[in-house]
């Protein structure tokens, strides 16, 4: 187990996967605080920003404290216990989209589009209101620590890869060092993007807010879309560009060599990479039974955990692992897969 390749690994590839996932919810817990630093304190609209401010990276080391904590607990138990413990692909989504409401809640706080968004913000119990002696460091302790823990139920792609990973080992004890050297390894990108926005809410008091607002939007939106991509919903901003330019998804349908492989079964193929799916779109006959194998070509990123909904098929693949289902589809029609968290996603036409 080469530690030091799955630091780096949380340093690049891993850091902006899990801060497109989880980066809201660390902006909107700082975007939060903010807003009630500057109600509360009137005299700061005058105060020159300070250098060096302890509210502004303890919301931040609250929150990746207790990323790292839940995640090594996490890796402990996967390796000991294997897919038993395993977060559905069921739980994920609702994670997600509970994730995605926090978020846009958030933002409508933000913009002061109507009181009842305030109550959206965490609250710390009452006893640690009392042994914290202002309001606002108690919120600035309390609200990215639970944050922090939330972020193992939404877990980015490169993350999802690692479980996986830990999964194959059978141990605990490597299972807690790889998702603990994996976290270690994004936080420096999550540490500045969290003191950054602290920071830019000092230097441009009048605009920030709105400005985070308007980025919370855009951040709950997209990940609502995944979930409803993932589910494969009626409606998704993809199908909703596919209908405006009244260009058929199925057009050019591309099968592997050329064609389905008929027969008794038709056998299709799906190769997982780490920039999704390839072939994107198949075709297949209704009324008779498909074979379709997936195979991961050393793939670390959401697409290797495939869901199908559609055909009830959901498997999370190692690197090089190579999976085969049978189901047989029943009415025409276009069905998405994607991975678990609707980033990468794919058509089967039925015809």
């Known amino acids: 187990m080469n530690y030091w390749l799955i630091f780096l690994t949380g340093l690049t ?7 497109a996932v989880q980066g809201g919810l660390l902006a909107s817990v700082i975007a939060g605080q903010k807003e009630r630093e500057l109600s509360d304190k009137e005299e700061a609209k005058n105060t020159a ?5 302890r509210m502004d990276w303890l919301p931040v080391g609250m929150f990746l404290v207790a990323k790292l904590f839940v995640h090594i607990l996490f890796g402990f138990l996967l390796g000991a216990l294997g897919s038993v413990i395993a977060l559905s692909l069921g739980v994920r989504l609702f994670f997600q989209a509970f994730a995605a409401l926090f978020m846009f809640a958030t933002a409508m706080n933000l913009l002061e589009v109507h009181p009842i968004f305030r109550y959206v913000a965490i609250q710390p119990p009452r006893f640690l209101r009392r042994l914290v002696y202002k309001s606002t460091r108690s919120q600035a302790f309390f609200a990215p620590l639970m944050l922090g823990l939330l972020t193992l139920f939404i877990p980015c792609g490169v993350t999802q890869a690692m479980e996986i990973l830990v999964i ?22 999550f540490a500045l993007i969290g003191v950054a926005t602290a920071k830019f809410s000092e230097f441009w008091r009048k605009n920030f807010l709105r400005v985070a607002a308007y980025a919370l939007i855009f951040m709950a939106l997209y990940g609502f879309n995944g979930v409803l991509q993932a589910i494969d919903a009626p409606i998704t901003f993809q199908k909703i560009i596919a209908i405006t330019k009244n260009n058929s998804t199925t057009k050019n349908v591309a099968t592997q060599d050329g064609s389905v492989i008929t027969g008794e079964v038709q056998k299709i193929t799906i190769n997982i990479n780490s920039n999704g799916y390839s072939p994107r779109n198949l075709r297949v006959k209704a009324n008779q039974p498909v074979e379709l194998t997936l195979k991961n070509n050393e793939a670390y990123s959401c697409a290797s955990a495939f869901s199908f909904r559609a055909f009830g098929l959901y498997a999370d693949l190692g690197p090089r ?3 085969v289902f049978s189901f047989t589809p029943t009415k025409p029609g276009n069905y ?16």
Do not use: H, N
């Open 13 to 19: 590839t891993g850091g902006l996967s899990c801060l």
């Open 49 to 53: 920003p300070k250098s060096f401010d």
């Open 336 to 351: 998405t897969f994607s991975c678990s968290m609707g980033m990468y996603t794919g058509i089967l036409e039925v015809y």
């Open 168 to 189: 194959q080992t059978g141990s605990a004890v490597t299972g807690a060092l790889v998702m603990g050297v994996f976290v270690l390894g994004t936080f420096p990108l």
């Open 321 to 323: 692992e190579q999976k």
